[in-house]
């Protein structure tokens, strides 16, 4: 194929979409926002039509020896829920692509369905099309969300302004200390069979991991409180990755205090548990699926009592410092690991 | 995965389409159509909007010994875009899901976009998102467009009436003898990688395998000479099975003319050639995202002398009659072998 061979490890997988980016351009009126959120906007009238997709492999995103079949089609709608979300829009309609291979039954694809279905009740979504195919060796599932938002209401990625204030849902690092009690589990298990898996005091950790839900919930309580964040994302690749998206696309700097960064009381015990740094978790870990976003310091008293929202930092003027506030009052630059998949994780 | 295991080939795609479909409703005001058409419809005021999904894998639908990624990443929008034509419906974004082994440098990646690229500007799409990933093994591509059409100007599978008279344009069958003759070619190579593959004579017929086109030429074509078929669809599994998908959504009987069916020269020839009946290659062949479309008796004056579009039949009132007159005038029943990937094709 050519004369030079450039790995695609030398790019990752933000540098292949900027470099993707740079060959297209938008043509279409009605194409209002293109590559770069976590959904493209389209118009519609008075509303804009949000479209996001998410492609699971298995052996990549998903490992079926822990993950029951219900889980993981949950977990397909949920991911592609949680774009819609990070828009401040209301996930509507989706289609799937699924490839299956004929080592899956009926039953299992029932399974998968059954999943599929409890998520599309729960976050009130239809599920309107879609492609089956045969698959030569694992299960693919691909999924492209349709969401609604009113025009004027669309949150984006670029939006955050000097003294906004940083807010994140729920608690960060527990999918991914999850994850790794379930690799330490397979691990076991493969060594003897024989092992019952020890999960039970894991619970709430690998639920993190195996029944993500997208943050619905949040979007609705900001509205009935009024409160239209200035920009967002969902934390899909880890709050350090988030943030930096955040900063470069709003022009701005970052800055996050290390003792407000919400970690569970399980995920703390257990990073320690693996020898890992909790902090580095919640920075890096990825898969909470929760929501990141700035507010106008005037709808602090909107959302201040909020058992859910927590206030993390704020942004400032500096667009060259993105910077965590350690506990020690040491300031260190926030850097992401970004996505591995292409470096053989 | 419980007691009993029901192989998926028992059921074939249409019967796993028809399970999902019956375990789904819709329950979003702005889901106008799902499951069912070549595209869901969704409310977009004065407009509809369409949407509709396709999952190319390696290995299943395409080998990369012979399909170039120029022309992988071309035909991946293009039958995308078919989709959005046989709803009479114009094609506007795309979003892409993308799986790829670390085989692929980023040169490979490159000439894919290059195909993508070049048919997004053919067929004035968007490329609006995607995802990006890697893959345990072969090449995934999953392609979601979004098209528009008036709320008045949409065409289902379901609208077909007593006399309407069946049109399909272009011809039938090359793409899937152009299969053949790449196959083996293939084959020739494998045995003896000396030997150069001897496919010019067959130029048209690969071409059509490798390089297909949406016809949306022939939809821009119908507005113009204000002609909105009673039905449509595209011809991506052959000839006889969308017939039967017409027939049957639309609860009417089909008849048509084996003297009627286009079949090119070449494709007769090498048809021949390879031993198989050429009207069986037009039927069941598959992929060649010709359009396929009933109009009333009275719009036949405004296309009659269109050179791409031929009358190969009629519609009549008995649902359980679908019908192939041959041109020794026996008249025998149309058959789907339909979707083979299940049954280790």
């Known amino acids: 194929m050519g004369e030079t061979r450039t790995e ?73 829920v949680s774009d819609i979300a990070a828009m401040n829009g209301k996930p509507e309609q989706i289609v799937i692509g699924l490839a299956i291979s004929n080592r899956f039954s009926l039953e299992a694809v029932d399974a998968l369905f059954e999943g599929i279905h409890a998520a599309c009740q729960n976050y009130k979504v239809d599920l309107v099309g879609g492609d ?35 807010c994140v849902t729920g608690d960060l690092g527990a999918a991914y200390i999850g994850l790794q009690v379930l690799e330490r589990e397979k691990q076991v298990f ?13 619970e709430y950790l690998v639920g993190r991991q195996l029944k993500p839900e997208a943050r619905m919930d949040i979007i609705h309580e900001l509205r009935e409180r009024g409160c239209v964040p ?23 700097g970052i800055k996050i205090f290390e003792d407000k960064v919400p970690i569970d009381h399980d995920t703390y015990e257990t990073a320690i548990e693996f020898k890992m740094d909790p902090i580095t978790c919640a920075l ?52 992401a690991q970004g996505w591995k998949h292409f470096k053989g994780e």
């Open 132 to 166: 089956t195919s045969a698959s030569a060796s694992g299960l693919v599932i691909s999924i492209t969300v349709l969401g609604r938002v009113a025009k004027d209401q669309v949150v984006k990625r670029n939006g955050a302004m000097v003294n906004d204030i940083i």
């Open 190 to 202: 493969l060594s003897n069979p024989e092992m019952q898996p020890d999960i039970e005091k894991y």
């Open 8 to 80: 695609l490890s030398r790019l990752g997988e933000f540098g292949l979409i900027d470099r993707i980016q740079s060959k297209f351009s938008i043509s279409n009126q009605s194409s209002l926002k293109g590559i770069g959120d976590d959904a493209a906007i389209i118009d519609a009238g008075d509303d804009s039509l949000l479209v996001s997709t998410d492609m699971l492999l298995e052996g990549i995103h998903f490992d079926l020896s822990y993950m029951p079949l219900q889980h993981l089609g949950y977990k397909a709608v949920a991911v592609n």
């Open 284 to 335: 890096n870990g990825g898969e909470d699926y929760e929501l990141l976003f700035t507010i106008k310091p005037a709808d602090y008293e909107k959302l201040k009592n909020h058992p859910d929202i927590h206030f993390i930092g704020h942004i400032h003027n500096d667009p060259t410092q993105h910077v965590l506030v350690t506990k020690q009052e040491t300031v260190v630059p926030i850097t």
């Open 230 to 252: 200035t920009s967002m994302i969902d934390i899909s690749d880890g709050l350090a990755s988030e943030l930096l998206h955040l900063g470069k696309q709003s022009n701005v």
